[in-house]
């Protein structure tokens, strides 16, 4: 017997009308009725309420904290009534499609069946947008970083005083209290075997919607630069 494939589900409604005449109800059947015909087993379903479909990443809790359990359980498939309950502007269903297929992720419509981010993946175009996105991303910020250094060095011919950019904690309470909380739960509790992983930290991070300093979602990498740079 084959074993079944898991996978997670995703809603999304706008408004409280919406979620009064059962949108959420429909969205689910469908995407059970999917998964019972395809093999999948559906191990959580995330309800993402009162949130419009031009919200990015960053303003959608519940598909945050689907990404951190995601990030530490190892579910690789989400499946959706339809794409535009991911979102209905192509920026926004870009944005997230880049975000998922990056991770390895699939995106599957139950509407039409399609595995979206595989789909992108195989597409050369769409994968040369995928990076030519990339490549503009980092000239984006090494443009920023060139006009940070060259603020920095003119207030440092203008004042003899420069002030370089803050590191994570050293400009809120907030900061401060998210490195603690970083710094617990990689100690050893009584009793575990083993510390939690910088990636598990992560994905703990991102499931309770506490953002990085950018406003992003946390990864490993991140968390590992925070402890080790507060050591």
Request: glycine share 8%; with cysteine.
């Amino acid at each position: 017997m084959t074993a079944m494939k898991r996978a997670y589900g995703y809603l999304r409604v706008s408004g409280k009308s919406q979620i009064d005449k059962s949108g959420f109800d429909r969205q689910e059947k469908m995407i059970k009725s999917f998964a019972k015909k395809n093999n999948f087993l559906v191990e959580e379903i995330f309800k993402e309420k009162g949130i419009a479909g031009k919200q990015g990443i960053i303003g959608r809790p519940e598909f945050k904290k689907m990404i951190g359990a995601i990030l530490s359980n190892g579910v690789k498939t989400i499946i959706v009534e339809r794409l535009d309950r991911l979102a209905r502007e192509y920026r926004i269903q870009e944005e997230i499609l880049i975000y998922l297929a990056s991770r390895g992720v699939d995106l599957i419509s139950a509407d039409s069946g399609e595995n979206i981010t595989k789909e992108i993946n195989n597409d050369p175009m769409k994968k040369a947008i995928i990076q030519m996105q990339g490549i503009f991303a980092e000239l984006d910020k090494s443009i920023t970083v060139k006009k940070l250094k060259l603020a920095r060095e003119k207030k440092k011919k203008d004042t003899g005083k420069c002030e370089g950019a803050k590191h994570y904690g050293e400009s809120s309470e907030l900061e401060r209290t998210v490195i603690k909380k970083i710094t617990y739960m990689r100690r050893l509790s009584r009793g575990q075997i083993k510390k939690l992983s910088y990636e598990k930290i992560a994905a703990k991070l991102n499931e309770e919607g506490i953002p990085t300093k950018r406003g992003k979602l946390w990864t490993g990498r991140g968390v590992y630069n925070i402890l080790n740079r507060n050591k």
